[in-house]
Nanobody, 124 residues
Framework: QVQLVESGGGLVQAGGSLRLSCAAS????????MGWFRRLPGKERDFVAG????????YYADSVKGRFAISRDNRKNTVYLQMNSLKPADTAVYYC?????????????????WGQGTQVTVAS
């Protein structure tokens, strides 16, 4: 069983930064792609960023490209989302998820394990 636990959410002013972390249990973390998704109020859960098993390739939604950065540390079984230049429109619950074996993905259906989410609120 894989467990994913997000942390690092909170309240921040517009223009500020936050770094989310997602700690994963299980010995196979390093062989899977990982991703971050978010659910805006009243919306579906949408893709934010993804990363391949070794961090060699990253993927971003257009809305966060240039502001957010996904990374991972396989020694610590942890994936990160650095969020800069935050906007009120980034206010959402952020989820990390385990993706396909080795590769990354933008597609929700390719992610099988999900964390419980962490709230990010950006005040104007």
């Amino acid at each position: 069983q894989v467990q994913l636990v997000e942390s690092g959410g909170g309240l921040v002013q517009a223009g500020g930064s936050l770094r989310l972390s997602c700690a994963a249990s299980g010995r196979t973390f390093s062989t899977y792609g990982m991703g971050w998704f978010r659910r805006l109020p009243g919306k579906e859960r949408d893709f934010v960023a993804g990363i391949t098993w070794n961090g060699g390739t990253t993927y971003y939604a257009d809305s966060v490209k240039g502001r957010f950065a996904i990374s991972r540390d396989n020694r610590k079984n942890t994936v990160y989302l650095q969020m800069n230049s935050l906007k009120p429109a980034d206010t959402a619950v952020y989820y990390c998820a385990r993706g396909p074996l080795y590769s990354g993905s933008r597609y929700k259906y390719e992610y099988d394990y999900w964390g419980q989410g962490t709230q990010v609120t950006v005040a104007s």
